[in-house]
């Protein structure tokens, strides 16, 4: 089991910039990586993933042209970076790792989940 560090959480005007990272204990390269988030009371919604061993990544359209996922390998981190924020943005982000090498928006496709990290989008 991998153990997953959220960071990079804060308060940030609408149209602005945040910068969200994901530190992980060990890295298994044939498995994907992802982002989710969840507001209060509604449901766990997918951000983004990417691959330990490969360039492709996925978002949802929600988030697409303004969600960059990117990894460092070396660092056995996931980053996200999110510009042009809106208050629907609003949410704690969760960084997870899947069961295998899939892109998959459903949630019980991951495994391994970190504790998350607030984001909140002023007007």
């Known amino acids: 089991q991998v153990q997953l560090v959220e960071s990079g959480g804060g308060l940030v005007q609408s149209g602005g910039s945040l910068r969200l990272s994901c530190a992980a204990s060990?890295?298994?390269?044939?498995?994907?990586m992802g982002w989710f988030r969840q507001a209060p009371g509604k449901e766990r919604e997918f951000v983004a993933s990417i691959m330990w061993n490969g360039d492709s990544t996925y978002s949802a359209d929600s988030v697409n042209g303004r969600f960059t996922i990117s990894r460092d390998n070396a660092k056995n981190t996931v980053t996200l970076q999110m510009n042009s924020l809106k208050p629907e943005d609003t949410a704690v982000y969760y960084c997870?790792?899947?069961?295998?090498?899939?892109?998959?928006?459903?949630?019980?496709?991951?495994?391994?989940w970190g504790q998350g990290t607030q984001v909140t989008v002023s007007s």
């Open positions: 060990r890295r298994t390269n044939t498995h994907a």
């Open positions: 997870a790792q899947a069961r295998g090498p899939v892109y998959s928006t459903y949630q019980y496709d991951y495994n391994d």
